[in-house]
């Protein structure tokens, strides 16, 4: 006989469908229909399923892979350059926000410890509904994308910080054992994982790509290494998941891993949202709702002002009005740390049931800004009065013998110059202006993230007519397009050719770069 708890999953997965793609045709976050289709099933609405033991086992994952993910995405090397305003920014507003939620909580009538927790609950935008969207629009790599990649990490680290905070409480009295342990796990934990980075991690990746063994295997191999260490040393296991990722994030190799892994981590994250609402009733939701909409109304308001008058201390005007309509939501971690702050003893069920009120109000709302954003921005400002956030730089999709012959010349001309392959022994190419990135250069999401929608040139090295439509389709109608292949048709501004299967690069396509290059050049001076 089937168990029961089988046929629970079953109907959670076909309610999250079912909302997933009605929140797709609204534009909308599937987080938020995640959590809605949790209720609905609920004991709060229909009452099909309960919470139960597998549930919460899932949901954890689903927390662990969350975690995993953002270390993941934690590239100190990707921020390095704007790290500066990026922790003014991220820091300044935090506090700021922090702060607001908690005045604001305060005079609504709700206690001092409640309102500091909603104050640290809601200092936080999406990582999910943020880079889900701009990458959707191709946007994420853009000056504003990256901006708001390194605040939204920033804030990831702080949320994680807080969470290890809130779990000593919820320990049995934070015992003296139990905070000299966790000190320990983490005074080793982290070290190791960046130390790992330098000297081990990518000598293990390296040899399981020589060795054809998916980085998916070598990426949960050293999740559960730190997931097993938290638990044994009586920290949360997503707190270990989060460490494990922050190694993993610092290689080369950690796009590809993260696409790599993306799959799994949403499957798991569905079902933390699901039991989330398995775990609120319709009377706990709609409790607060008066208040809870008068905190997203504020949230979404001072987010945007907040962030775009910092963002303009450093940046254009837009690039700051960019930067803050897009990052107007409060965070999925807000649920998350609402239910670690409950957990804890620190909130009530029904102060839980308005936080999530307010994610789901400003997370839609923020949806559609984020989608219209240039539409609005066209419409309060002069289009002439914006300078443009284009960046010169070179993409080469697949390394082919002879390449180096031409790469000082497309080094001189276009400045930065980044190779993706999937062999890994070409890192050795790495040199002051040319990046090696190992990666599947068939992967949409890995282009989009290395700016091929803003490059000057991109050479395709891969006889594959399919791919050579979606980067045609991906680049600027300026951009200058190589692809290895007999034929390719362009449109009426692309610059497109082709050279033969048989054809290695060397002394004749370097004169093809060479005389397009002058022709350029030409055509300036005529301007």
Known sequence: MIPASYFDIVILLVAATIMGVLANYLRQPTLIAYLLAGLLVGPAVLGLIEPSEITEILAEFGLMFLLFLVGLELSFKDIEHMIKPIISISLANMIFLASLGFV???????????????????????TAVVIKLLNDSNELSKQFGKLNTGNLLIEDIVVVLLMIILTSFGEAAGTLESIISSAIFLLLAIPITLLASRKVLPKLVNFMAVKKIPLFITSIFWLFIFVLAAELSGMSI???????????????????LREEMRSLTNFFIAFFFLNFGLNLSVGDFLHYWQEAIVLALLLIFSKFVL????TNLFYSRKT???????????????????????AAGLLTSEEVGMISLVAIITM?????LIINHNKIRNFLFSENTLESDKED?????????????????????????????DDPSLGELDEEDIEFVFGN????????????????????????????????NEIDNDCTLFVKGKHLEGNNSSDIHCFEEEMLIGEELEKIVENKLQNMEETNIND
């Open 393 to 421: 730089h070179a993409l080469i999709l697949g390394y082919e013998k002879g390449l180096e012959e031409i790469l000082p010349l497309i080094v001189r001309n276009y400045g930065d110059v980044t190779i993706v392959d």
């Open 441 to 472: 250069v068939h992967h949409d999401i890995l282009r989009s993230h290395l700016g091929i929608e803003n490059a000057d040139f991109v050479m395709v090295n891969i006889s594959d007519e399919s791919l050579h439509k979606e980067v045609q």
């Open 104 to 126: 604001t909580s305060y005079i609504l009538g709700f206690s001092l410890e409640s309102s500091i927790i909603f104050g640290l609950a809601f200092m936080y935008s999406s």
């Open 307 to 310: 962030i775009s008058g910092l």
């Open 320 to 342: 700051s009005f960019a930067s803050g309509i897009t990052m107007t939501q409060t965070s999925e971690f807000s649920l998350v740390f609402a239910s670690t702050a409950a």
């Open 238 to 256: 997503e707190i270990g998941a989060f460490i494990a990722g922050l190694g993993l994030g610092q290689l080369k190799t950690s796009v590809e």
């Open 364 to 368: 839609s709302i923020s949806s559609y």
